[in-house]
């Protein structure tokens, strides 16, 4: 059996354990293409881990900063596979990538500091920032045009402290170049800014375009990037609670440090979640590259189908697992359209509402390709199903 | 095999998996009566539903509030052994009692605020205080006299926001009696004091006077009593950080889950950790019983080998496996005492440093009982030994 064949998902199970408007949220019969988080089982290899840990019968706390060998394999990770050029003693691992962008904004944010969020993006930015006391300020993105930071400095006032980057990018799928890159680097340098940098989609690259990190270009450009980086796209780990942060600069590794929480017991990371992060990179990367072919081959039928539904403009996406969808030419709301979609044909979606994803994101709905190819095919047979009823007015 | 025989500890394992300046962080030969984290395995039942949950390979997102079996499971115990009239709608599972304790400071206090905290006691209701931008006030609190809260008044300002309760109370290991508490209830209702009720100690009943809920005494007067509880110390779970906080009133629930986090991915629990509290409560009181009785014979044996011990009072604690152990007539400070001994006999003690416990602590150290009774014994051969030559002046 093919790991990532229909046959392999476990839809009892799903409906059990599946939440955050997945099968275990949605009403019978209703396929949720909802949030990021794959249908399949994880890699056996991080149950295995799991179950060795638990073996002896001890769950002892672990140590503040997280365990030395999770530290070390993420820190190589990093290194050989994105060449982010970080080491072990300024690597934190926390409960979640989410937890780690709110530590990063609450660690460098005074209440009124502006921080530059894109627009649209997924939500999180602008929470961790006004979480912080910051206020977030968009700077609008396209999937129409390359994102190439020229007009950034228009945005930038003397009371912006942050730039918030998300790459590869959530919803857009976008990749940046390693020439765009510097140019935010330049930018950032200029005015002070720090960057907070999310990388929680860098395995999944579907096209031709490389991820590169912000990191990969040197250390002392990125004295103030602060890197974040979760187990939950590439691993299935969201139930885990684990990611991680990450910088090129000691002393603001203490900052992120004492604003985490973890040198009381307020702050860490469970220690089965450790324990199976640091399984999923040592012996799971085969899983995540075979799942990585696998959502290339989902994506590329899904732009094919999509790309014959009038209403719908679909591209295919660099990187990430989801596609964003601009469905203005039917007439709806991006609210209107998920409403309808789930109502008349049983498809969920996630709708590109200004509380998920910005004002930018009016128009446009989210679809995961994290399943099999029968489910995913169903989903879309669902939406040009419903597409024609929307056509007939029905 | 009993469970709590010394047969029963798995060193190797502790020497590998137990930090927080347990086994794993203290030189070899070193015995660690410091963080109160048991020496012996979890309950098999808490093993086997964390392997049954595994066991289709899904570590799917879990619900943002927190699995509903767990947060019915916790109301139920809460009500039923210790009459807290909680309902599971307004039971909040979080990610460790400590990261409960700063949800609750940051939920209710504005830069500024006052809060009190009594002196000495476990220093995370300082520090939960200050990171909400909050000022504690200390309250001397003492073992050679009643906690009953007479003198409470003097202590309240036009700036007090907030009383810090820890029932049993770590490290005095006093419990209150319902008079006292309602003592405390009076003075906080008269001033509007919201209350952080701390019960993690709750189940570690040692002596003969029973521990009262604050939360018992009424669901009217308890409308701003905050409560936390955790599954660390009845349980073992500390490597899982997991925990819940609860209240009485509908409205005050939600400024809990805002301040949490959870409505996001940045706050939540392991889905790991969730299950394994749920088989804590409905699997292993049993254990946790065992464990308690277990513990007040320890107490039993360290208090009159204590009392035998020139330099060091010792009393029984009505609840908790920690002792408080005043060693002021060894002219030693806390930590002058705690260096020496583990220098001279390799016993690590935690002094009652003001870092830990306030300035209140000084003169004293708390010793952990939560391991085996040859451990134990050993640990006090030790102590004597260790004052036998300091009264020599080796």
């Not at 396929?31 to 060795?52: N, Q, R, S």
């Not at 190589?76 to 691992?93: F, M, Y």
């Not at 005074?110 to 979480?131: Q, R």
């Not at 709301?333 to 996630?350: I, P």
Request: glycine share 8%; hydrophobic share 40%; aromatic share 10%.
């Amino acid at each position: 059996m093919e790991l990532f064949s229909s046959s392999n998902i476990n839809f009892d199970a799903l409906r059990r354990k599946a939440f955050n408007f997945r099968w275990a949220e949605v009403e019978d019969g209703v396929i949720p293409l909802t949030a990021a988080d794959p249908d399949f089982p994880v890699a056996p290899e991080i149950i295995g881990a799991i179950t060795d840990y638990l073996s002896d019968g001890y769950l002892s706390y672990t140590p503040k900063l997280g365990m030395p060998q999770l530290r070390k394999a993420i820190a190589e990770d990093l290194c050989s596979r994105k060449n982010e050029g970080v080491t072990e003693d300024l690597v934190l691992p926390v409960d979640s990538a989410a937890r780690g962008m709110y530590i990063i904004a609450g660690a460098v944010l005074e209440p009124g500091d502006e921080a530059i969020v894109m627009d649209p993006v997924d939500y999180l930015f602008k929470n961790s920032v006004m979480t912080a006391g910051g206020v977030p300020v968009y700077y609008p993105v396209s999937p129409d045009k390359e994102i190439d930071f020229e007009d950034l400095e228009d945005y930038i006032t003397p009371k912006t402290r942050m730039f918030c980057l998300c790459n590869p990018h959530n919803p857009l799928g976008k990749v940046y170049s390693e020439k765009t890159l510097e140019k935010l680097l330049d930018v950032c340098e200029k005015h002070g800014l720090w960057i907070m940098n999310d990388e929680i989609w860098s395995d999944m690259i579907l096209g031709e375009k490389p991820f590169v990190s912000i990191n990969s270009l040197g250390g002392e450009k990125n004295k103030k990037t602060l890197s974040v980086y979760g187990f939950s796209k590439a691993y299935g780990l969201a139930g885990l609670r684990v990611g991680c942060i990450y910088c090129r600069d000691r002393e603001v590794f203490d900052r992120l440090v004492d604003a985490s929480g973890v040198l009381t017991t307020a702050g860490g990371v469970s220690s089965l979640s450790q324990v199976a992060a640091l399984a999923a990179i040592t012996k799971a990367r085969y899983w995540s590259e075979a799942f990585t072919d696998h959502l290339r081959g989902n994506a590329r039928y899904a732009v094919k189908r999509l790309s014959a539904m009038p209403g719908i403009k679909a591209y295919m996406p660099d990187a990430t697992y989801i596609m964003w969808l601009d469905v203005r030419d039917t007439g709806l709301s991006s609210q209107q359209f998920t409403d309808f979609m789930q109502e008349k044909v049983k498809l969920a979606l996630v709708p590109g509402s200004e509380k998920m994803f910005g004002p930018g994101a009016e128009g446009c709905v989210r679809m995961c390709l994290a399943t099999g190819r029968e489910v995913l095919t169903e989903g879309l047979d669902r939406l040009e199903k419903g597409l024609e009823m929307l056509r007939r007015g029905e």
